[in-house]
């Protein structure tokens, strides 16, 4: 239930839909396992748990989904063996040679005939829309994985339209500034890693890892022209995570304080803490998310 990743995005307009007519759409998504000849399948299913659970959970203006992503594991070095024995066999045995476009549709071929004795992988991917403040938090640390979440939502509902927040201020050249002139925010500490990169597309990079960011090591780096892209921070004593030029935060670790706040709620009440912990993360991941914007500029127009 705890997030580790945060990609947020800006709801361009309110969310009008109830827990239950959300949940009625996504149910006609609903998560169904991969036929035998089927790749990939994707589909919601209960946040909390449970089978016969809702597909939307509902708290203090929060709506909470889970999607579920089943693919099946056909590894390429496979496939490609596979079909370099089909192509030899064919010239061999007729002569002639094989050219792309039939190379192409032998080896879809191969991939239809493997797809149902291969072994199948899922995971999950977690959302919540804060329909008050006009938020949607999905726990993704990469953009095709929460684009692809949204992507279905959109199909479910019709239409979902979402922003990356904008910021006023550069988040690298805030960032690098924190470093070079040591004054983080006073509710913010310095991590103990960061990834330095020199201006343009070419640029190298350099990733630090247990280190003192404020030594002379990383100070040369930033002296001769590298910025900061990435970088470890504690935020109020409630979480650790990793702050990117993009964002995104990666890498969340809520403080053991913040987690065990609902330890009274009986342990075989397993949804009733869930739902617990939920209003507790999403607390914390809201107030978070205002004070990295307040800490660019704020928004952008």
């Given at each position: 239930m705890?997030?580790?990743?945060?990609?947020?995005?800006?709801?361009?307009?309110?969310?009008?839909?109830?827990?239950?007519?959300l949940g009625e759409q996504l149910g006609e998504r609903g998560f169904v396992p991969c036929a035998k000849s089927q790749a990939l399948s994707l589909g919601w299913v209960p946040p909390l748990g449970g089978e016969e659970g809702e597909l939307v959970h509902a708290a203090a203006g929060r709506l909470l989904v889970k999607l579920k992503r089943e693919e099946k594991l056909l590894p390429s070095t496979v496939v490609k063996e596979l079909l370099e024995e089909k192509v030899a066999t064919i010239?061999?045995?007729?002569?002639?040679?094989?050219y792309r476009k039939e190379r192409l549709n032998l080896k879809d071929e191969i991939v239809q005939d493997c797809l149902p004795r291969a072994f199948s992988r899922s995971t999950s991917v977690f959302a919540y829309?804060?329909?008050?403040?006009?938020?949607?938090?999905?726990?993704?640390?990469?953009?095709?994985?929460?684009?692809?979440?949204?992507?279905?939502?959109?199909?479910?509902?019709?239409?979902?339209?979402?922003?990356?927040?904008?910021?006023?201020?550069?988040?690298v050249a805030v960032m690098t500034g924190w470093l070079v002139h040591r004054n983080l925010p006073e509710d913010f500490e310095l991590?103990?890693?960061c990834e330095l990169r020199e201006p343009g597309e070419e640029g190298g990079v350099v990733r630090c890892r247990g280190v003192d960011l404020l030594s002379e090591e990383v100070e040369t780096h930033l002296n001769a022209g590298k910025q900061v892209a990435r970088l470890s921070l504690g935020w109020d004593e409630r979480l650790q995570l990793v702050l990117a030029e993009d964002l995104c935060l990666r890498r969340l670790k809520f403080a053991d304080e913040l987690m065990k706040e609902n330890e009274d709620i009986p342990e075989d009440d397993n949804m009733a803490r869930m739902d617990a912990d939920f209003a507790l993360m999403a607390d914390a991941i809201g107030s978070l998310q205002e004070r990295i914007l307040s800490l660019f500029g704020g928004e952008a127009e």
């Open positions: 705890w997030f580790k990743n945060i990609r947020a995005y800006r709801l361009t307009s309110p969310f009008t839909l109830t827990a239950e007519q010239e061999s045995d007729q002569a002639r040679k094989v829309i804060d329909t008050r403040a006009n938020w949607v938090f999905v726990d993704a640390a990469s953009a095709g994985k929460a684009e692809e979440l949204l992507n279905l939502l959109r199909e479910c509902i019709g239409s979902f339209p979402v922003l990356l927040p904008q910021v006023n201020n550069a988040p991590g103990d890693e």
